[in-house]
């Protein structure tokens, strides 16, 4: 008796694991669209500053050219690095250009405030391009995360690859002939 007592308890213990585990399953598959959208919203949160941050080249005349950096978001950003870049297609730049000097750099960008840094005309090479050439600009958000827009506009968040051996930014100096 106390055998079949034992069985029939091992019977039930593993039919109760056996209807746990399937709701476990059922409840991840149903939850699955909502925690997708959770992730969907934390993403959106976490670039609604970043896709706020902008920055490009003016036009250039006589007396150099102007970059410029814009936070139009409600919170500051943090060492904020810019590059112009000429010779190159920004679509081929897979990378923050870190190998590259830098063109101006601000430790913090205030809320709705603006970067501009004069290149004077002296320290420019060549004729002026017909286009205006990209700016890049490599930001890190009150979060701490790091913020790259490319030449082209894109917005990308850096990642620890992205980010290594940049512990120290680099300093602003001329861009060895980039200059537009």
Do not use: C, Y
């Amino acid at each position: 008796m106390l055998a079949a007592t034992q069985s029939a308890l091992d019977w039930v213990s593993a039919v109760s694991s056996a209807v746990t585990a399937v709701g476990v399953v059922g409840g991840l598959v149903l939850l699955r669209p909502q925690l997708r959208e959770l992730r969907s919203q934390a993403i959106e949160r976490d670039r609604s500053v970043a896709v706020r941050v902008t920055a490009w080249a003016e036009r250039r005349d006589d007396q150099g050219r102007m970059i410029v950096a814009h936070n139009a978001s409600d919170q500051p950003v943090r060492d904020v690095r810019l590059w112009l870049l000429r010779g190159l297609v920004p679509e081929q730049e897979s990378k923050p250009p870190w190998d590259r000097h830098l063109t101006a750099r601000r430790t913090v960008l205030a809320p709705h405030d603006e970067l501009r840094h004069h290149i004077p005309v002296a320290a420019m090479l060549g004729t002026a391009p017909r286009e205006r050439p990209p700016v890049e600009i490599v930001f890190r958000d009150e979060s701490g995360r790091w913020w790259w827009r490319d030449g082209m506009g894109r917005l990308v968040r850096l990642n620890r690859e992205h980010m290594r051996g940049q512990d120290q930014p680099p300093t602003p100096g001329s861009v060895d002939g980039q200059l537009a």
